[in-house]
T-cell receptor, first 113, second 114 residues
Framework: AQSVSQHNHHVILSEAASLELGCNYS??????LFWYVQYPGQHLQLLLKYFSGDPLVKGIKGFEAEFIKSKFSFNLRKPSVQWSDTAEYFCAVATDSWGKLQFGAGTQVVVTP | DGGITQSPKYLFRKEGQNVTLSCEQN?????MYWYRQDPGQGLRLIYYSQIVNDFQKGDIAEGYSVSREKKESFPLTVTSAQKNPTAFYLC?????????????FGPGTRLLVL
């Protein structure tokens, strides 16, 4: 069965630290990849997505992610986090022509001032 | 203001009772989705619909039913056959339901069993 794995369930870091969240998927065919974010009290929203072209994609609020096909990975990065980046982050993968998404379990990120 | 609305915010279900969660969108999107979110498990797809009067089962459809009689509405019924209904339910929509599209999510309904 296809699956999406997020390596860390909880991450705590200080402001200005760098953030990297791991995401791996198990599917050998064409994939479209997403990172969604849920800020406290807000709707789940798209952070960035990849479906073709440059494997390094940039999203909102200074986030970027790199698709490495050989490693089945789509890791999310931010060089310097802010307190407002405190949120839950979800990796998601679409493996067929329809919009059916497989989500990872999520990573709760807490940024301390 | 365009978006997705879900109601109620909290819903309580008694044993043996069916309950219906509302989802409405004014984005003029063709595709709509229902997900269930449990702690530590991410989101799992219950049902999805790409066009009015048509819908497909997702990964965990057992114990749930849906209808899509109008483009803007996609209600989810949690039936008494769903033995573990306590969860956070999220509705989403996208323009046409293709795999490259962004899905837009509602605020969610938290269902609790009495």
């Amino acid at each position: 069965a296809q699956s999406v794995s997020q390596h860390n369930h909880h991450v705590i870091l200080s402001e200005a630290a760098s953030l990297e969240l791991g995401c791996n998927y198990s599917y050998g065919g064409t994939v479209n990849l997403f990172w969604y974010v849920q800020y406290p009290g807000q709707h789940l929203q798209l952070l960035l997505k990849y479906f073709s072209g440059d494997p390094l994609v940039k999203g909102i609020k200074g986030f970027e992610a790199e698709f490495i096909k050989s490693k089945f990975s789509f890791n999310l990065r931010k060089p310097s986090v802010q307190w407002s980046d405190t949120a839950e982050y979800f990796c998601a993968v679409a493996t067929d022509s329809w919009g059916k998404l497989q989500f990872g379990a999520g990573t709760q990120v807490v940024v301390t001032p | 203001d365009g978006g997705i609305t879900q109601s109620p915010k909290y819903l309580f279900r008694k044993e043996g009772q069916n309950v219906t969660l509302s989802c409405e969108q004014n984005l003029n999107h063709d595709a709509m989705y229902w997900y269930r979110q449990d702690p530590g498990q991410g989101l799992r797809l219950i049902y999805y619909s790409q066009i009015v009067n048509d819908f497909q089962k997702g990964d965990i459809a057992e114990g749930y039913s849906v209808s899509r009689e109008k483009k803007e509405s996609f209600p989810l019924t949690v039936t008494s056959a769903q033995k573990n209904p306590t969860a956070f339910y999220l509705c989403a929509s996208s323009i046409a339901g293709t795999s490259v599209e962004t899905q837009y999510f509602g605020p969610g309904t938290r269902l609790l069993v009495l």
